[in-house]
């Protein structure tokens, strides 16, 4: 039994027409439910919805203060390879793109950790392309001792691994896992995955799953918006979350709501979320999932993302390069995966949470304390 069973199971559901019929006092009864079911979720995602966002808002800030408090916890992210065999139509590190290909050495990973945590920030992503050749499992786990000892919380954005490899990488220190579907759409998903590892739907699909069986602390997964109908992609991606949530009752589940961002390659999605339907899925999803972190990248602008900061999101990334080697004098000229959109520090990241009356949590006494 995996998630695809589900899949599977709504495959058929003629989603577009659900949602046409959904009215208002449909969307009235679900924001009373307690625990809103599959229907209801998508009943929330419905255009009609969207005449409620005031409602919905107001009950997503709710459970979230309940649940979270009003912290938002901090993290970074850091590229140590760029190498990828992958042919993603929409990604800037595409195998095909000529682009100049980086892996950082352990020295160089060394040097980017003491910047990073001069910040103060005691949370950390790192990621890679997917090119096992280049950044073998031996290769992962040194890289996770490393950054262990210079932050309190180290996670990983990789290639899908067996158990068994998620398994060594929690004994090297690494606690979390993010890795996103990208899209819940098969057929969508051949599409713009022509060639790679990446092409196998259901090995991709499974991966937060196996991270789970691994004894990862934290899974994060996603859709990459854009790619496919979004309100389908969002009802599949909670479908997904809630599963995970139901089935590995010591792990902690988040989303992320990646918007598509300007990437090498030139590629043009065939659907566009704007910011009203953005902050529509991300109250639909606090609601349909009360306990699940919400992860805000910086592909969002500084202003977009201080405005929802009461609407459900718990975690955010900041200070952000999406290129390999982007913190120190190593840096070189380079194509980075996507374009962020809020460049702003740490500090100035953190100062904007504690404006509007939350904490940011990221440095080892936010832990302690």
């Known amino acids: 039994m995996s998630f695809f069973a589900t ?75 760029n190498h990828c065999t992958n ?3 929409y990604c800037g590190f595409n195998h095909n ?6 892996k950082l050495s352990l020295e160089e990973i060394e040097t980017e950790a003491r910047a990073i945590a001069a910040t103060g920030m005691q949370h950390i992503l790192f990621l890679t392309g997917e090119a096992p050749r280049f ?32 398994r060594r990488l929690r004994q090297a220190g690494v606690d979390g896992m993010t890795l996103f579907q990208e899209t819940y759409d098969q057929a969508v998903y051949k599409r713009v995955h ?14 937060p799953e196996r991270a789970a069986k691994g004894g990862m602390r934290a899974v994060n997964i996603g859709p990459l918006l854009g790619l496919a109908e979004p309100r389908r992609e969002m009802f599949f991606t909670g479908l997904h ?9 010591e792990t902690e ?37 009360p306990r699940a972190g919400l992860t805000i990248s910086t592909r969002e602008s500084a202003t977009f993302r201080d405005r929802i900061l009461p609407l459900g999101a718990t975690r955010y990334s900041a200070g952000s390069s999406t290129g390999v080697g982007g913190y120190t004098e190593i840096r070189v000229e380079q194509t980075p995966q996507f374009e962020i959109t809020d460049d702003r520090s740490v500090d100035e990241v953190a100062a904007a949470i504690v404006a509007r009356g939350y904490q940011p949590v990221y440095k080892d006494w936010d832990l302690i304390g």
Request: charged content about 25%; proline content about 5%; hydrophobic content about 45%.
């Open 253 to 289: 589940v988040a989303i992320s709501l990646p918007r598509f961002n300007a990437a090498e390659g030139n590629f043009l999605p065939d659907f566009r979320v704007d910011d009203k339907t953005f902050v529509q899925f991300l109250t639909a999803l606090r609601i349909f999932l």
């Open 87 to 89: 042919h993603c139509a």
């Open 7 to 81: 899949v599977d199971h709504y495959r058929e559901l003629d989603s577009d027409r659900f949602l046409a019929q959904v009215t208002d006092a449909d969307v009235e009864r679900v924001l009373g439910k307690d625990k809103p079911g599959a229907m209801d979720f998508l009943t929330l995602l419905s255009h009609r919805a969207a005449g409620h966002l005031e409602a919905m808002a107001r009950r997503a800030h709710q459970l979230t203060v309940q649940h979270f408090g009003r912290t938002i916890q901090m993290f970074i992210p850091l590229y140590i390879s």
């Open 97 to 102: 793109n000529p682009i100049l290909r980086r």
């Open 194 to 207: 022509p060639a790679g590892r990446k092409r196998d739907y259901h090995w991709r699909l499974n991966a």
């Open 135 to 166: 950044t073998p499992m031996q290769y992962l786990e040194e890289a996770a001792r490393l950054l262990k000892r210079h932050f309190a919380s180290v996670a990983i954005e990789v290639y899908p691994l067996e158990v068994e490899e998620y």
């Open 241 to 249: 979350a809630r599963y995970l949530e139901n089935s590995y009752l």
